[in-house]
C-alpha cells in the first residue's frame, strides 16, 4: 500500500485557515458579526462590494448587508459589467436578494478597451490567448478600482469574495478581485461558501451556480474547474484533509506553490 505525504497538505489547510468543524447557521452569524464589529471598529461608512450573480458575490453581498443594517451603516451594491454581461438576469436576481442601502453601475468596458489599447505592444501580443488573458485581468483590476472609488467617495470598505478553494489555486487577479479591505468568505471551502448561501435563503440557482471568473472573451463563460484541471469537489475534499487522487493532489499543490506571490505581501530586500 502506497503511503500518502501529507505534510504539504497538513501546511496548507492550516496557511488557509479551513477549520476542521463546520456548521452553517452559527458560522453565519459569525461572520456577520465580524464584518459589524469590524465596521465598528474602523469607524468607515459601510461596505462596498460588486455583485456578479455568481455565489460568491451573492453570499458575501448578503453578509456585509446584514452586517451594515445591524450597525446601522450602509451596504453599496455594485454592478460593474463589461459592455453586456450575459447571465444579468442572475446578477439582478443577485442584488434583489442582498437587498442593498444603494445600487452603483459602471461599465467598465470603455476603461478596460482604452487601457489595453494602449498598452497593447507595437508588434501586438504572442498571440490571441496572451492578450486575451491580459486585457482579462486588466477587467477584473478595473472592477476594483470602481470599487475602491465607490468606497473613498463614501467612506467605506471593500469586501472581497476570496475563499479558501480559490485561494489554495491562486484563483484571482493580484490587484484586481484578490484586493480588498475584508475578506468574509476567508477560510471556507467551495461547499461551506454554498451551505451559507443556502442558510441565508439565497435562490437556489445562485447557490448552486456553475462558478466562472467570465474574464476571457475567446472562452466565455468558462467555468472555474475546467481552468483548474480540478474539480471543487476534489478541492474541497483536500482542504478538509482527506485523500484524493495523486493527480488532483498534484495539480491543487502545484498550483498553490507557483502562485504563492498572490497570498503573500511584497517582499523587499533581507536585512
Request: glycine fraction near 10%; charge should be negative; aromatic fraction near 6%.
Amino acid at each position: 500500500m502506497l503511503t500518502r505525504d501529507t505534510t504539504l497538505q497538513s501546511e496548507i489547510i492550516r496557511a488557509l485557515g479551513v477549520a476542521s468543524t463546520f456548521h452553517a447557521d452559527s458560522e453565519t452569524e459569525r461572520r456577520v458579526a465580524f464584518l459589524a464589529e469590524y465596521l465598528e471598529a474602523c469607524g468607515a461608512a459601510g461596505y462596498v462590494l460588486g455583485i456578479s450573480g455568481g455565489t460568491d458575490s451573492t453570499v458575501a453581498g448578503r453578509l456585509a448587508q446584514l452586517a451594515c443594517e445591524r450597525t446601522g451603516k450602509t451596504f453599496v451594491a455594485m454592478r460593474l459589467p463589461y459592455g453586456r454581461q450575459s447571465d444579468e438576469d442572475d446578477a439582478q436576481a443577485a442584488v434583489a436578494f442582498i437587498g442593498p442601502t444603494s445600487t452603483v453601475v459602471v461599465d467598465i468596458k470603455p476603461a478596460v478597451d482604452a487601457i489595453h489599447s494602449a498598452t497593447t505592444p507595437a508588434g501586438g501580443f504572442a498571440d490571441r490567448a496572451q492578450a486575451d488573458f491580459v486585457k482579462g485581468n486588466i477587467k477584473a483590476r478595473q472592477r476594483m478600482v470602481a470599487q475602491y472609488a465607490v468606497a473613498g467617495r463614501t467612506g467605506s470598505l471593500v469586501v472581497g469574495t476570496d475563499h479558501a478553494a480559490e485561494a489554495v489555486m491562486g484563483f484571482f487577479t493580484k490587484y484586481g478581485d484578490g484586493a480588498c479591505d475584508v475578506a468574509p468568505l476567508s477560510g471556507l471551502t467551495k461547499s461551506r461558501v454554498r451551505a451559507i448561501g443556502e442558510c441565508l435563503g439565497a435562490p437556489e440557482h445562485l447557490v448552486a451556480k456553475v462558478p466562472t471568473a467570465d474574464l476571457e472573451e475567446d472562452r466565455p463563460g468558462l467555468p472555474d474547474e475546467h481552468a483548474y484541471g480540478v474539480t471543487y469537489a476534489e478541492i474541497d475534499a483536500y482542504l478538509a484533509g482527506q485523500p484524493v487522487s495523486s493527480s488532483a493532489q498534484e495539480t491543487i499543490e502545484t498550483a498553490y506553490l507557483v502562485t504563492s506571490h498572490k497570498r503573500a505581501l511584497p517582499p523587499g530586500p533581507s536585512q
